[in-house]
């Protein structure tokens, strides 16, 4: 297991994502209703990366295919069998945001 600090927690605003590497990984943080949330930083279909996905502040959607996942669970919305997978934030007591693969 690695864990790494990526970021502040008040680096991101609410609706906003960032491309982060925990571990040499590619990690997709998206800030949430006040959480961070991390997931692969890739689409499941065809390995595309997220880096250029869109979040409309609920909706994580893939730039290639317009696959679509829900931003707090990784859970696919279009098509509804795909996920992403999704790993631990921790925050730390000043606000430092480690992710753990």
Same mark, same amino acid.
């Given at each position: 297991?690695?864990?790494?600090?990526?970021?502040?927690?008040?680096?991101?605003?609410?609706?906003?994502?960032?491309?982060?590497?925990? =571990?040499?990984?590619?990690?997709?943080?998206?800030?949430?209703e006040g *959480? #961070?949330?991390? &997931?692969?930083?890739?689409?499941?279909?065809?390995?595309?990366?997220?880096?250029?996905?869109?979040?409309?502040?609920?909706?994580?959607?893939?730039?290639?295919?317009?696959?679509?996942?829900? =931003?707090?669970?990784?859970?696919?919305?279009?098509?509804?069998?795909? *996920? #992403?997978?999704? &790993?631990?934030?921790?925050?730390?007591?000043?606000?430092?945001?480690?992710?753990?693969?």
């Open positions: 297991m690695v864990q790494e600090r990526v970021c502040h927690q008040d680096d991101l605003w609410d609706g906003e994502t960032r491309m982060v590497h925990v =571990g040499g990984r590619p990690v997709l943080l998206v800030k949430m *959480r #961070l949330m991390a &997931f692969q930083g890739w689409c499941p279909h065809q390995a595309y990366s997220l880096e250029e996905a869109e979040f409309d502040g609920q909706t994580i959607t893939c730039a290639a295919h317009l696959w679509q996942f829900d =931003g707090m669970t990784g859970k696919g919305i279009n098509p509804r069998h795909a *996920r #992403l997978k999704t &790993f631990r934030v921790l925050i730390d007591a000043e606000g430092f945001a480690s992710v753990e693969i």
